[in-house]
């Protein structure tokens, strides 16, 4: 008997994020639900993207993580070349900085 694999357009983004570790770290650290957490991140360091994927979870957190800043404090956000509503995504990058400015988080990749 085969498992059945989540279906990534009607699986709540919580439910995939949990199969991350430093998913679970940054939920563990935040002291929040796995829901509630990724309310807030997209509220703040995802607001930037139009559509964010796993993979683009996975890196922001990674980055916060590996240099010690706080993803729902806006200290680190997700920035994306070219992202537009059609679909069509560039590669994303963390970065750090105030308003209009981002400095690329070093050796996040």
């Not at 010690?68 to 994303?92: I, N, T």
């Given at each position: 008997m085969h498992e059945q694999q989540p279906d990534a357009h009607t699986?709540?983004?919580h439910v995939m994020a949990m199969g991350l570790p430093v998913f679970k770290r940054s939920v563990q650290r935040s002291?929040?639900?796995?829901?509630?957490?990724?309310?807030?991140?997209?509220r703040t360091s995802l607001s930037t993207l139009v559509i964010w994927s796993q993979l683009d979870l996975e890196t922001l957190l990674l980055a916060a993580e590996r240099h010690g800043l706080d993803p729902l404090g806006r200290e680190v956000f997700l920035v994306r070349e070219g992202d537009s509503l059609d679909?069509?995504?560039?590669?994303?990058?963390?970065?750090?900085?105030?308003?209009?400015?981002c400095r690329p988080v070093s050796g996040s990749t």
């Amino acid at each position: 008997m085969h498992e059945q694999q989540p279906d990534a357009h009607t699986t709540p983004a919580h439910v995939m994020a949990m199969g991350l570790p430093v998913f679970k770290r940054s939920v563990q650290r935040s002291g929040m639900s796995p829901e509630s957490f990724v309310q807030a991140l997209t509220r703040t360091s995802l607001s930037t993207l139009v559509i964010w994927s796993q993979l683009d979870l996975e890196t922001l957190l990674l980055a916060a993580e590996r240099h010690g800043l706080d993803p729902l404090g806006r200290e680190v956000f997700l920035v994306r070349e070219g992202d537009s509503l059609d679909g069509q995504r560039g590669s994303s990058a963390p970065c750090t900085g105030g308003t209009g400015e981002c400095r690329p988080v070093s050796g996040s990749t």
